[in-house]
């Protein structure tokens, strides 16, 4: 058993170890953070993606749900229409800031030690995500991720690979890209209608496009638990021809279930 899984009190003493340190890397990092916000939007738009800020079903709290709205309109309105300018990297956590009840978010769902328990700006794991699955679709380069269960809820209609499963944790596990790129690029994020928009805009039209496809997935029994398999690959396509440039593997997919094993698909798991 780790130290931070003993208890609550050790826990949280392990979350502000960990905060302290990401301070002090920040402190000595000479990366050039993008804080630039534009109200004008560049022009082409790369990649664009939407969901539902409110899930239902069983065993989902709707109180929970409904705060992870609040607290995704209020982060997704700090990073609405930021730069990345070449040689800028995004970092989540520097541009949303901390939180906190005071800075207006409330409890919502958070993983926590592999257990779901409320939490203050609980939800924001989705953002996140969301911001991910635009950079997937793109030329950035993903310099920080970290990965929770994808298997949270069952799957809301038809499966979409990387609909959840990247995992933020203030100010200790953050989520960063880089653009190497020699053009300027543009994150938008807002709330609207229950739904959350993300998109990435460029400043000129890119030679390729990508897609994201899953290959393998099932539901595999081990032990007393199951968990969702798969392999998740980013697949680059060059415009003029669509030859096929180069498939990536993102993903080796080992994910706990973490709702009813009953409302699994029996068809999917193997």
Not at 190 to 211: A, S
Request: aromatic share 10%; hydrophobic share 35%; charged share 25%.
């Amino acid at each position: 058993m780790l130290f931070c899984e003993i208890n609550p009190v050790f826990y949280e003493i392990s979350r502000k170890k960990e905060i302290c340190k990401r301070h002090i890397k920040n402190f000595f990092d000479k990366s050039h953070i993008a804080k630039t916000h534009q109200e004008e939007l560049l022009p082409n738009v790369l990649y664009s993606y939407s969901c539902n800020l409110i899930k239902t079903g069983p065993g989902i709290d709707i109180e929970l749900q409904q705060n992870k709205a609040v607290n995704i309109n209020l982060a997704g309105n700090k990073i609405n229409k930021l730069l990345i300018r070449p040689n800028e990297v995004f970092s989540f956590w520097l541009t949303v800031g901390k939180p906190s009840k005071g800075n207006g978010y409330k409890a919502g769902r958070t993983l926590r030690n592999g257990v779901l328990v409320p939490g203050v700006g609980g939800g924001l794991c989705n953002l996140a995500n969301t911001i991910h699955l635009l950079v997937l679709h793109s030329p950035l380069k993903v310099v920080e991720f970290h990965s929770h269960s994808d298997a949270l809820a069952p799957d809301n209609g038809k499966r979409v690979p990387f609909s959840a499963g990247t995992s933020v944790n203030y100010n200790n596990l953050d989520y960063r890209f880089l653009n190497d790129t020699n053009t300027n690029f543009q994150l938008c994020t807002w709330c609207d209608d229950n739904k959350l928009y993300g998109e990435l805009r460029c400043e000129k039209p890119l030679p390729w496009r990508y897609e994201i496809v899953e290959e393998g997935h099932h539901f595999h029994q081990e032990g007393e638990k199951f968990y969702r398999i798969s392999k998740i690959y980013k697949m680059t396509y060059k415009i003029s021809d669509n030859s096929l440039i180069e498939k990536q593997l993102v993903l080796d997919n080992h994910s706990k279930v973490m709702f009813d094993y009953s409302l699994i698909p029996k068809d999917l798991i193997r």
